[in-house]
Each structure stands twice: as C-alpha cells, then as structure tokens.
C-alpha cells in the first residue's frame, strides 16, 4: 500500500500538517493544536471553545519557598516555529520560547521546546517537549505538567480508560450550576438535572477515572457514529514522575483527554519538583502518541478499543523511537541495558530448606540517586522499571546514560529493596548485576497479620456507596473504592463505638474498614481509635516485640500506637503529623507506601487478652486518615 506523502504549510497564523489519513492545524507560532480532521469530522477538537484551549501543553508553578502544590497556572505558548524535519515521510516541527529574566511577563523560569511530529501512513501524530532551566535562572516550584485536548462534544460521548472502565459520558454542560450540585469538593457533583436524562442522581468526578502509571498505556474516547476514536498511548513511563504505582488523571467529562508527566496528586507536596536558585535542569517530556482510528457508518464502534490496545503495543515494543529529530532524545543504541536476579531473605518466611527464595513478581526499577532514597517521591530524572519473572529474574532495556539507584519491592513482602551504591549506565552498556539479595524488615516470627502486603487497602472492607451518590461503573465492580462519599460510611457502621478487631475471629475482607477516618460529632470532625485484641499463650517479659505496621496512604494525620492502655503516655509509637495523599477524597485506594515499626516491650503485655490501640489523633476534615496496607505482630527471635 502506497500512503500520500507529508506535506507542511506555513501560514501567518497557523501550521498545517497532512498525511492523507488526517490533517492537524497547529497555531503559529503559539503551538496550540486548534484543528484535527479525521474520518470525515472536520474537526475532533471543541470549536466552541477558544482555539488556545483546545490541544495544548500546561503547567503549573510556584515561587521557590512556597509550599502545597497551586500557584501559578500556564498554558504554554511558544514564541518561535522552526522546521526540524520536512520530506515524504515525516514532519517535525518546533513551537519554542526562552525564558527572559527582563520580561514584564510571570512566566516559569524554563526554555522550553515543543514539537510535533507527523509521520508517513500514521493514523496519529506524536508530541514530546523538552524543558530546560539554565543555571542562572532562579529557583522555583512545579507541581504539575501535562498535555491536554478538549475533544468535540458533539461526537466523543463514550470514554474508556480500560476493558473494566468504560461508558458513556455526561456532557460538560451537565457540569453547570444550574444542572448539578457541588457536593464535598469542587471536581465532584450530583447531577441534577442533566441533559440527557440517563445521568440523573449520578455523581460526576474526574478523580474516579485516575489510574496507577503501570496501568495508564491507552486511554481515550470513541465517537459511535461515524465510528471513531481518539486514544493517547504513552509508550514509555521513564519521563512519568513517581514510578509504577504513581496515580494519574486519565480522561473526563469535558470530553477530556489527559497525558499527565509530573503532578502531586495522591501525594502532595512531598512530590513537588523543588529547584534551587543555580540549580541546572533539562528533562524531555514524551514522545506520546495521539493515535486516530475510525471506520465506515454502520461498522461495529467497540473494534476502536480492541485496536487501539493493539497499536499500544505496537508503539512499546516500538519504544525507544528512532524518529525524534532531537538530541536531547537519545535511540536504542545511545542507551544502556541492566539485568540480574533478585532473591529474597527471610528466613521466617522460607521453607528450611532453603535459605534465599525468588523473588517472584517483583518490581525492579532504576530512578535517579536523591536524598531521601525514595523512588516514589524522585521527579527530577528518568525512571526505568519492569517485573521480575517467576524465578526472579529482571531486564531493564534502554536505559538513558546516567547514575541511578537500583530499587524493588516485591508483592508479599514489606519494604523496599535500595542499592547501597549508585549505578552508572553508559551508552551501549551491559550490566549483569548477578544474584541480588533483599532482607525484608524482620526481627522474629509471625504472631498475627492483618492483610496483605501489596500497598494498597484494596483488600480491606469497602461498603457499598450511599444510593444517593452513586457512578453506576462501579456498581459490582472490583474498583468499588472508587465511589463517591465511602468516608461517611464508616460513621453509619459504628454509630457508637471505634472498630475492634479480634486475631483469630474477625475477617478481614468483611471486619477491617478500608480507611481509618474521621467521625463527625455536631459540626466536627474527630480522630478515631481502632482497636487490635489478640491473645498471648506464651510471653517473654524480657523481648522485644515488634507491630510493623505498612501504611498505604495518610492525609495530614497522626498515627499513635499504645498497648494495653489507651491512654498510655508516651505512646509505643507517634508518627507525628503526617501525608497529604488525599486519596479518601479522590476515590484512590492507596498514596504513598510508609512503613513504621513500634517495638513493644514484653513487660507491656501480658499472658492472655491484650489489645494495641490504634489512634488517629486529627480531626477537622473528613479526608483526614489513614489507609492501611499490612499490620503484622513478630515475637522476639527467642520465642517461637
């Protein structure tokens, strides 16, 4: 099959990019994506909308020192086009501005460099950005950057973000004052009064459609007549900040589709990018792909979604491309290649035969050395990361030249694994690592466990939502967590009294509430007490005991641990003031991994019935809490 070639005009105001399958406009020298004609629309994008907010690159930034993750808001703009690349097979195009520290503007101290790029006989077209702060511009915040397009609301009504997450959609007009109810917070409402009447009694929030980076490769809406779809694949998750499990916005009513590369949410401000004044910096964001598929009237409109999965894999096993034209986007051959075998080293949780198991199913990653050690909060650099197959075994491909520390956590076990010493990937390189051991946190055998180690709270208790505030996706649905309002049921099901767990009795599928919130007394918010009771046949006075207690998310709360009296001072253990995950608000079943261990002395217990108290000491909100990943209780090596 022979495809038409390329072809580039250049207007006063304007961009024009065609390839025979479509025909994208692109203002000049603004790079804002004004116009996208495809399978007979004239234009996918809302044209009632201004053109400067239809497809475009955003951010959001604040002034070194400041704290929390708003500030000032930009949509960027460029102030240079350039032609990178223009033949028969493929346009590249520039839309640039430089950072001036003289201009009236408030503008983010950043070079900035976007571009576009049109290949021959491809249903889609591919943008990527590079930024860059020079060493002499002052420091500065950035929360949040991200591309952006508001589809044409007249055709795209159905939304699919995965095989289990798809449906059609209200309009954004359903969204206005007169036709909806704000209800908790501002991206959440009740639609009231919608236009299309098979809405009504729903809740609208654009949080309930967020998904983990290991799970975000495609996502996009389908227009059913004629059938169309509009699909973002991100084929890489290396210039994605956070790591695998990092949750991000995906589409929304609007109709919007996002590719998100740096933001805070369900994490706060501990993963804001915080740059000092003469602190250099350059990161290229992408490419991603916007990928376009339709077919004639009357055809089937669910092939769009099986498609559009097929050309996601298509475009990763194409990663990384070898077409960029910049070089701050280095091929497959400028790269570097790691790999090894993890095992673990628990010896409490290993057959005696053996003294090391593999580390089946593991998360292995590289992301750059930082000073928490954290590959969760590390947004600077690239991340690089893969699973290890049954027998341990890991391969990270095309790593970008630079240092790194080696990261895993395995499923099953707490903790993470963190190299001692930094890696140097070169270009070309081949790195055996060898057997690489990991030694869970573990001082004595198992007591009791409550849960599973896999960092979330999934499977903990979920009630089912209020009949008044309710997305039918998630009716029966494995993401129930992701309805509206669940914090106000813990109040209903223990009207009185904390919840009580007792070893050996309660279930914790049916008896541990998935988040551990406020409850409302008159007008106020107030912690909680949880209680752990567990019986003691044999105790040794003089050992230590130890409660690891795995965190899955904290809102801007206060965890302290007492045993055997509640009102014990000092408590065994205080977190202090804690997370600003906020992921009780935003329908999130987990934020950021933490994991504390209170160790008891055996003199606090005794033979018999003892309790640990878990209280949660702030209030004033109901999106202050904890959700709970693995609690488990260890006895002294000593004592078996």
Same mark, same amino acid.
């Given at each position: ?7 580039? *005009? ?16 692109? %203002? ?28 475009? +690159? ?43 520290? #003289? ?46 397009? !508001?589809?044409?609301?007249?055709? =795209? ?63 996009? +809406? ?16 290396? =210039? ?6 990092? *949750? ?14 740096? %933001? ?67 091929? %497959? ?15 409490? #949780? ?29 947004? !600077?650099? /690239? ?35 963190? %190299? ?18 990991? !030694? ?49 049921? /813990? ?14 009795? #309660? ?10 919130? &406020?409850?409302? @007394?008159?007008? &106020? ?5 949880? *209680? ?27 965890? *302290? ?5 509640? @009102? ?73």
């Amino acid at each position: 099959m022979s495809f038409q070639a390329v072809q580039l *005009q250049i207007q006063d105001h304007y961009v024009v990019i065609d390839n025979g399958l479509l025909q994208m406009t692109i %203002s000049n020298p603004g790079g804002i994506v004004t116009k996208i004609q495809y399978n007979g629309i004239q234009n996918l994008l809302e044209e009632t909308n201004e053109e400067d907010n239809r497809g475009y +690159w955003d951010l959001n930034w604040s002034d070194a020192g400041s704290m929390g993750t708003t500030g000032y808001y930009e949509r960027i703009a460029g102030t240079n086009f350039k032609v990178i690349v223009e033949d028969d097979e493929m346009v590249e195009v520039s839309f640039s501005r430089t950072w001036d520290s #003289s201009s009236t503007t408030k503008l983010v101290p950043l070079n900035i460099d976007k571009r576009f790029i049109v290949l021959q006989g491809s249903s889609g077209f591919y943008s990527y950005a590079i930024y860059e702060k020079l060493m002499e511009s002052p420091g500065f915040n950035l929360p949040q950057t991200r591309i952006a397009f !508001k589809l044409n609301k007249q055709w =795209f009504r159905y939304m699919v973000v995965a095989d289990d997450r798809q449906r059609d959609m209200p309009l954004p007009d359903d969204r206005l004052p007169e036709r909806c109810q704000t209800l908790a917070f501002p991206e959440a409402v009740l639609l009231t009064n919608p236009v299309e009447p098979e809405f009504k009694g729903e809740v609208d929030d654009k949080y309930q459609y967020s998904s983990e980076n290991k799970d975000l490769q495609v996502q996009g +809406w389908i227009c059913k007549d004629p059938p169309t779809g509009f699909w973002q694949i991100t084929p890489s998750d290396e =210039f994605r900040s956070g790591g695998p499990l990092k *949750q991000n916005l995906t589409s929304h009513v609007g109709p919007t589709n996002l590719a998100m590369f740096i %933001s805070a949410h369900y994490a706060g401000d501990d993963m804001v990018l915080k740059f000092a004044d003469g602190e250099p910096w350059k990161r290229v964001f992408g490419p991603v792909f916007m990928y376009l598929n339709g077919l004639p009237k009357g055809f089937d409109w669910n092939w769009l979604w099986e498609d559009a999965k097929q050309q996601m894999f298509t475009e990763t096993e194409s990663w990384p491309y070898s077409f960029p034209a910049s070089e701050d986007f280095p091929a %497959s051959d400028q790269r570097g290649n790691l790999s090894g075998r993890l095992v673990i080293n628990d010896s409490y #949780s290993i057959s005696d035969d053996d003294d090391y198991a593999p580390a089946d199913g593991a998360y292995v990653g590289l992301a750059s050395p930082n000073e928490s050690k954290s590959w969760q909060l590390e947004s !600077k650099g /690239y991340q690089f990361w893969t699973k290890a197959d049954e027998n341990g075994y890991f391969y990270i491909n095309d790593i970008r030249a630079g240092d790194y520390n080696l990261y895993a956590w395995v499923p099953g076990f707490i903790g993470d694994f963190v %190299s001692d010493t930094s890696i140097s990937v070169t270009s070309g390189c081949e790195i055996d690592m060898g057997d690489i051991v990991y !030694k869970p946190p573990r001082d004595g055998p198992t007591m009791w466990e409550i849960g599973v180690p896999d960092r979330t709270a999934r499977e903990f208790y979920v009630p089912d939502p209020d009949p008044m505030y309710v997305n039918k996706l998630y009716l029966n649905h494995p993401d129930r967590f992701r309805q509206y309002g669940l914090w106000d049921r /813990y109040a209903e099901l223990y009207p009185n009294d904390d919840l009580v767990y007792t070893i050996g009795v #309660s279930e914790y599928q049916k008896d541990w509430f998935f988040a551990q919130v &406020t409850r409302k @007394k008159d007008s &106020t918010y107030l912690g909680t007490t949880w *209680q752990i009771r567990f019986k003691l046949d044999n105790l040794n006075q003089n050992g230590v005991y130890k409660l690891r207690l795995a965190l899955a998310m904290v809102n801007q709360a206060e965890l *302290q641990v007492r045993v055997n009296d509640v @009102k014990a001072e000092p408590p065994v253990l205080t977190t202090g003031l804690i997370g600003h995950d906020n992921a009780i608000a935003r329908h999130g079943i987990h934020g950021l991994y933490r994991l504390y261990t209170a160790d008891i002395h055996g003199d606090k217990l005794v033979k018999g019935d003892n309790t640990v108290f878990l209280t949660q000491t702030r209030g004033g909100s109901p999106f202050v809490g904890i959700m709970y990943d693995y609690i488990r209780m260890e006895a002294p090596p000593d004592l078996s």
